[in-house]
């Protein structure tokens, strides 16, 4: 997505959050405010570049790119939320999960065959990620989530929301939630595909996600401008 962004003429910045593509045992030491802090990081490098920063981000990726649009006001300028949870499937209190992580370090990422999520299997077969969740991590997900939903109120800028119909991972009702509670942003739109499973940045209907994007960004660039 963010190759198909800059051939648009973006510049586009790729954060690898604290715990990511590493080793699964560096996930579990990392913590929901580790995650915020990369993104945070991330926004100071782009500003060296750009006045104009749209956070753009993928399930926990969207509820960072919720949740840190209302901490880096006022230069975010928009947020792509993409395959976002309202919460988390198996809704466990946060206080259970940390006290399980104890004795079960990792679960399955789902029940079913590796992939049968996917409508494009050629692009499952070229996803990296963990093949398991930490539990610990799990908790710091839920906690993200909290405060995620704590903020609703304060976002205030333009919001794109993006799931699909066929995600069985993270339910399309929790773009419906989540749409509800943003009350108070300027601009919000959500839009549903088909198709696609939760990673719908790689999936078959990425195209359609990708040119959303750009339509998406130049309309409030547009809007601002007129203003």
Same mark, same amino acid.
């Given at each position: 997505m963010g190759e198909y962004l800059h051939q648009q003429g973006f510049t586009c910045l790729g954060i690898r959050l604290v715990g990511h593509a590493?080793?699964? $045992?560096?996930m579990i030491r990392s913590?929901? %405010?580790d995650?915020?802090? %990369?993104? /945070?990081?991330?926004?100071?490098? @782009?500003?060296?570049?750009?006045?104009?920063?749209? @956070?753009?981000?993928?399930?926990?990726?969207?509820?960072?790119?919720?949740?840190?649009? *209302?901490r880096l006001a006022p230069?975010?300028?928009?947020?792509?939320?993409?395959?976002?949870?309202?919460?988390?499937?198996?809704?466990?209190p946060i206080w259970f999960l940390r006290l399980i992580s104890k004795v079960m370090k990792y679960s399955p990422k789902r029940k079913g065959e590796p992939g049968s999520g996917w409508f494009d299997k050629t692009a499952y077969q070229e996803q990296v990620s963990y093949p398991y969740n930490p539990v610990r991590s799990v908790a710091e997900l839920k906690e993200l989530i909290l405060q995620m939903r704590a903020a609703y109120p304060k976002v $205030?800028?333009?919001?794109?929301l993006i799931h699909s119909k066929d995600d069985t991972y993270v339910l399309p009702e929790n773009m419906e939630h989540i749409y509800a509670e943003l009350v108070n942003a300027?601009? !919000?739109? !959500? @839009?549903?595909? *088909?198709?696609?499973?939760?990673?719908? *940045?790689?999936?078959?209907?990425? /195209?359609?996600?990708?040119?959303?994007?750009? /339509?998406f960004i130049q309309r409030v660039e547009s809007s601002r401008e007129a203003a």
């Open positions: 590493t080793h699964p $045992e560096d913590r929901y %405010s995650w915020m802090a %990369s993104v /945070e990081d991330g926004y100071h490098l @782009l500003r060296g570049f750009t006045d104009d920063v749209f @956070l753009v981000g993928l399930s926990m990726g969207g509820v960072l790119s919720l949740l840190m649009s *209302t230069r975010v300028r928009g947020v792509i939320a993409m395959s976002t949870p309202q919460r988390l499937p198996n809704d466990y $205030e800028v333009p919001v794109l300027r601009d !919000k739109t !959500k @839009l549903y595909i *088909t198709g696609s499973g939760h990673v719908v *940045t790689r999936d078959a209907a990425r /195209e359609q996600v990708f040119q959303s994007a750009v /339509e």
